[in-house]
């Protein structure tokens, strides 16, 4: 097992890599150069502009600016800003660190049991109005975009019921808006899948025969059929991951949440290289990570897979 | 069964929002007992917030609070004195001597005196501070150059006759120096280098830096010792909305105060009744013009082209169809609240006949041979383009298509003269028409990006500069002002209103051409 997991760590690093030079070559592709944003009505002084260059070490030519990046990664040093005068990105980073990948989190911990629930509901009464309602509502929650959910939201409660603050980041009522804008897409395609997944389950042979057997309906769902549903939902925690955090995006900038989404965004336009390539380098990170750790619980809930060994 | 599960769980939802609301309500109700702080929006983190690496317009809406120069404006744009209570000029105006406010405290208990004007002048310009904006007004200082090249630490050009008179001696005339929107920090910040003064509060403004939550907000508190009118309020909290309309959705909620509304939200305050009932509106000191380079585009070397052109634009249609009616026609270019403005001059007709026939005239009768042109500009003035290329092709039929530009490397092109046809603007750095007149206009000028050039115009600018006597220099402007537009020049073409949101309980509010004034003056009732 050790092994395994230290195989999977290490194959991370090309993973990485790859993320950096294709973060480090779109930033140079993309029309735009970061000095004269900076510079902007003052691009005719050519003395500041070099004097600008040299600073941001931007005159030495590319795969040197690149060698030297990655040195300082392995050292944690991202860089300086280019929008934040003096600001290490680290540090500009270390406060949104905190923040987005918590809203993630929190918002897969949530929807998915949530997701689960509606789902087998939906399966174990298939075709009832229970299970055309809840099909409604799943399909109403995925093709809804965010941007127009947050618009009805804010609109009902924060401008007509006054129970919500519009906007900002700090005591639980800011929490909650942008939260449920992150769950209910994710909890409703969960929902779809977990359904889906269960009404096949519920067809199979040994549930067959764990009715037969007079197994009570309730711990049959539980111990048989929802544990056999839960290693294909979870390959797929790692995809919705990566759809949450690009949700993040959207939802931090509608309720002004200072996290890594509104600053990737500030930092896009503003051509801000090294901050963006730090948030892509990070984001890549967590979602590997993520990926790996559903990896490795693929062991713990079905014994055949015990991955690096036997049933492959 | 099912049917009560159901019911719990209904009777379990409202309590939790129930529960919600009074947590809230008790929450807002807890932060009307504290210290009552002026609450308002910004749409991005400042870049910096010490006023000598000062660079750009958010940072500058805060440091107006904390910081003054020798002089303020009035809520009707004039200039009266601030930190300098009078000025003389020295012969021929080559600088002048500055009598300053005696009494004065800075946010660090310190008295303002002639030192730190000195002391701030100093660390304007040298190179490792990486001075901003304010640096560029101080290169007509006597012993400037030496300090930018880094051979020297002090300012020859300034002298400290006593604490409270100081004389800046000049290496050529500047009449305007008076009215400069210097930001004069208290010398003992400047002992750290740029690591002090970068964080420290350290004006003589009626509010203080208290502190910066990146991405959240900029707290200010008042200033007990201000010079001044002190402020009513407790505070100015500004929040960082990046987004406009939630903005205009948080000042509907009552969670701000006053609101400077941008671009992106103006259509839904104008449309929204009680909004529009909130609103304050004043023209913008900004100036915006169609800029025509006669290096890139032979027929515009034709004055008849250039009259033509102008002529074929229907700006009143422009304003309501695309900007809300938030603009007024431009007549020349200076706008309304800027000194030296010419009421009396009149903007150019919508004249599509005479358009025509200009054209005609000119030897391009229907727009037959005229070589295919771009105009272009950025993505923010995409409808603008839009408007001018399709006007264009209809009334003249001009061969124009258009052309969007990322921000950064179309400033860099206009710069160096390279953009052939396009709309742009400039906003007035310092309340006087020279501002627009000398630096977009005159020929010499690094950001005439039309490269427009008119010996009788520049010599206008060079005399005005010299010109002590307002109403004299005022005269000077009009007259430059009148040869530009006579020339066809240029194509002035709108002047933005500015539209603010102040709630029914806010008084005192000041909204001039430059934004608004600082907040001492507002009240909460």
Redesign the interface.
């Known amino acids: 097992m050790l092994t395994f997991i230290v195989k999977r760590v290490m194959g991370l690093v090309p993973v990485l890599l790859i993320a950096v030079i294709l973060t480090f070559l779109a930033n140079q592709a993309v029309?735009?150069?970061?000095?004269?944003?900076l510079?902007?009505?003052r691009?005719?002084?050519a003395v500041l502009e070099a004097r600008l260059r040299a600073a941001y070490g931007l005159d030495r030519p590319l795969l040197e600016q690149f060698i030297s990046y990655i040195g300082g990664i392995l050292s944690g040093d991202f860089g300086l800003s280019f929008?934040?005068?003096?600001m290490p990105v680290s540090q500009?980073i270390g406060?949104?660190l905190l923040i987005t990948p918590l809203m993630a989190l929190a918002a897969l911990a949530i929807a998915f049991p949530l997701g689960v629930l509606l789902g087998t509901l939906a399966a174990i009464r298939q075709n009832s109005w229970v299970d055309t309602g809840i099909i409604l509502v799943l399909v109403a929650g995925i093709s809804i975009p965010n941007f127009a959910m947050a618009t009805g939201l804010?609109y009902v409660f924060?401008?007509q019921l006054?129970?919500?603050?519009?906007?900002?980041?700090?005591?639980?009522?800011q929490a909650?808006m942008p939260l449920t804008l992150l769950i209910i897409p994710t909890a409703a395609y969960i929902a779809r899948l977990s359904r889906t997944y269960m009404l096949e389950v519920l067809r199979t042979d040994y549930i067959r025969t764990a009715r037969a057997k007079g197994v009570p309906e309730r711990v049959m769902l539980l111990r048989h059929a929802l544990r056999n549903t839960m290693v294909p939902l979870l390959t797929t925690v790692g995809i919705i991951l990566g759809g949450l955090l690009s949700g993040t995006f959207v939802v931090e900038?509608?309720?002004?949440?200072?996290?890594l989404g509104?600053?990737a965004?500030?930092a896009i336009f503003a051509?801000d290289y090294p901050v963006t390539m730090a948030i892509v380098l990070l984001f890549t990170a967590f979602y590997a990570g993520i990926n790996l750790l559903v990896d490795l619980s693929y062991g713990l809930l079905d014994p055949r897979i015990r991955v690096g060994g036997g049933g492959r | 069964m099912h049917l009560n599960h159901g019911y719990a769980k209904r009777r379990r939802g409202r309590a939790f929002f129930l529960a919600a609301a009074v947590l809230g309500a008790a929450l807002f109700a807890a932060q009307g007992a504290d210290a009552r702080n002026l609450k308002t929006s910004i749409p991005a983190d400042p870049g910096q917030i010490d006023p000598i690496t000062y660079s750009e317009l958010v940072a500058g809406d805060i440091l107006g609070n904390m910081y003054e120069g020798f002089t303020a404006i009035t809520p009707e744009g004039k200039i009266r004195p601030a930190l300098a209570e009078s000025w003389e000029a020295l012969p021929d105006n080559m600088g002048f001597t500055f009598k300053l406010r005696k009494g004065v405290k800075t946010h660090l208990g310190n008295e303002f005196t002639a030192e730190d004007v000195k002391a701030t002048f100093e660390a304007l310009l040298i190179p490792e501070n990486k001075g901003g904006l304010n640096a560029g007004y101080l290169d007509v200082v006597e012993g400037a150059k030496d300090m930018k090249d880094g051979k020297t630490k002090t300012l020859a050009g300034v002298v400290v006759v006593d604490p409270y008179t100081v004389t800046i001696k000049f290496s050529k005339p500047d009449v305007l120096f008076p009215v400069y929107p210097f930001y004069f920090m208290d010398k003992t910040a400047m002992a750290g280098g740029a690591e002090g003064f970068l964080k420290a509060s350290a004006g003589t403004g009626p509010f203080k830096f208290v502190k910066w939550d990146r991405g959240q907000n900029v707290t200010l508190a008042k200033h007990a010792d201000y010079w001044g009118a002190k402020a009513s309020v407790d505070g100015v909290e500004f929040l960082i909305v990046p987004n406009a309309d939630t903005a205009v959705s948080m000042f509907e909620a009552k969670e701000l105060d006053v609101v400077y509304v941008e671009q992106a939200a103006l259509r839904r305050v104008m449309k929204t009744p009680e909004l529009k009932e909130l609103s304050l509106q004043a023209p913008a000191a900004q100036i915006r013009y169609l800029g025509m380079n006669q290096n890139l585009y032979a027929p515009f070397k034709d004055k008849r082209v250039r009259e033509a052109i102008c002529k074929s634009l229907d700006l009143d249609s422009m304003i309501t169809g695309t900007l809300q009616g938030l603009a007024l026609p431009l007549a020349g270019q200076i706008t309304p609240g800027v000194a030296g403005y010419n009421a009396s001059l009149k903007p150019i007709a919508f004249d599509a006949e005479g358009a025509k026939k200009l054209l005609a005239e000119a030897g391009f009768p229907d727009g037959k041979n005229m070589p295919p042109i771009k105009i272009s500009s950025t993505d923010p003035n995409r409808n603008e383009i839009l408007y001018f290329a399709s006007q264009l092709k209809q009334v003249l039929n001009m061969p124009v298509e258009i052309e969007v530009v990322e921000r950064g490397s179309f400033i860099k092109a206009m710069n160096a003269g390279e953009v052939p046809f396009f709309p742009w603007g400039w906003s007035a750095g310092y309340p006087d028409g020279m501002y627009f007149l000398s630096q977009v206009w005159y020929g010499p000028s690094p950001y005439n990006r039309a490269r427009w050039k008119n010996a009788e115009f520049d010599a206008l600018i060079e005399e005005a500069q010299k010109t002590a006597d307002n109403e004299k220099r005022y005269a000077l402007y009009n007259k430059a002002e009148e040869i530009l537009v006579g020339e066809y020049g240029t194509c002035p073409t709108t002047v933005r209103i500015q539209v603010a949101l102040q709630q029914p309980n806010v008084k005192g509010l000041a909204l001039t051409a430059f934004r608004f004034l600082p907040f001492n003056s507002v009240s909460i009732q």
């Not at chain 1, 006054?162 to 009522?173: C, H, N, Q």
């Not at chain 1, 900038?253 to 996290?259: C, D």
């Open positions: 029309p735009g150069d970061p000095i004269a944003a510079l902007s009505d691009s005719g002084d929008r934040f005068a003096q500009l406060e949104g804010v924060a401008l006054r129970w919500l603050p519009v906007a900002g980041w700090g005591s639980v009522e909650i900038t509608i309720f002004n949440i200072p996290g509104s600053l965004i500030q051509r």
